[in-house]
Antibody, heavy 121, light 108 residues
Framework: EVQLLDSGGGLVQPGGSLRLSCVAS????????MGWLRQAPGKGLEWVSV????????YYADSVKGRFTISRDKSKNTLYLQMNSLRAEDTAVYYC??????????????WGQGTLVTVSS | EIVLTQSPGTLSLSPGERATLSCRAS???????LVWYQQIPGQAPRLLIY???SRATGIPERFSGSGSGTDFTLTISRLEPEDFAVYYC?????????FGGGTKVEIK
């Protein structure tokens, strides 16, 4: 059974940093791309970032490029999202998700339960 | 970037009725690389349909997807109580990946 356990959310001040983690199980982690998506309160879904199965290729939405960094640790079956220079508009539930394929990001067949990030002073 | 517009914003129907949800793209979606997700409030999204018309594993036959190019449809043949939720389309033919704004299916 595929499981994705995301964590690391919380309250942070504008300009601050936070690192999200997602522990994966139930599938061969390195065979699939992984992504982060987010949902602001009462709003729709937004793609944030994707990393290829090998970890060699990363992709970002323009809204987070230069501020967020996605990475993965094959030995720990864990996906990360380092978020720096956080803004109020980054406030959202962040979901870790398994991509259906290996490469550059397609669609997501399994999702974590989500972790809430609140950026506020 | 491809903009996806979903309509209607809200669909009010009774259990047993047929639901027809629309997703229109601002430009043609390459290879019909379009998916549909269901999201129940407080839960993570669930994949329903990929490749515009293929049901994901474990998805009931009452869910079906159709369409090509710029116009796509999700149909729920007979609404069950657990189907009242928000539905999103997403395209993966072009970068960046983009989502529609969602259609809420509510109980009439």
């Amino acid at each position: 059974e595929v499981q994705l356990l995301d964590s690391g959310g919380g309250l942070v001040q504008p300009g601050g940093s936070l690192r999200l983690s997602c522990v994966a199980s139930g599938f061969t982690f390195s065979n699939y791309a992984m992504g982060w998506l987010r949902q602001a309160p009462g709003k729709g879904l937004e793609w944030v970032s994707v990393i290829s199965g090998s970890g060699d290729n990363t992709y970002y939405a323009d809204s987070v490029k230069g501020r967020f960094t996605i990475s993965r640790d094959k030995s720990k079956n864990t996906l990360y999202l380092q978020m720096n220079s956080l803004r109020a508009e980054d406030t959202a539930v962040y979901y870790c998700a398994k991509d259906a394929h290996y490469g550059s990001g397609s669609y997501f067949d399994f999702w974590g339960q989500g972790t809430l990030v609140t950026v506020s002073s | 970037e491809i903009v996806l517009t979903q309509s209607p914003g809200t669909l009010s129907l009774s259990p047993g009725e047929r639901a027809t949800l629309s997703c229109r793209a601002s430009q043609s979606v390459i290879s019909n690389y379009l998916v549909w997700y269901q999201q129940i409030p407080g839960q993570a999204p669930r994949l329903l349909i990929y490749g515009a018309s293929s049901r994901a594993t474990g998805i009931p036959e009452r869910f079906s997807g159709s369409g090509s190019g710029t116009d796509f449809t999700l149909t729920i043949s007979r609404l069950e109580p657990e189907d009242f939720a928000v539905y999103y389309c997403q395209q993966y033919g072009s970068s960046p990946l983009t989502f529609g704004g969602g259609t809420k299916v509510e109980i009439k």
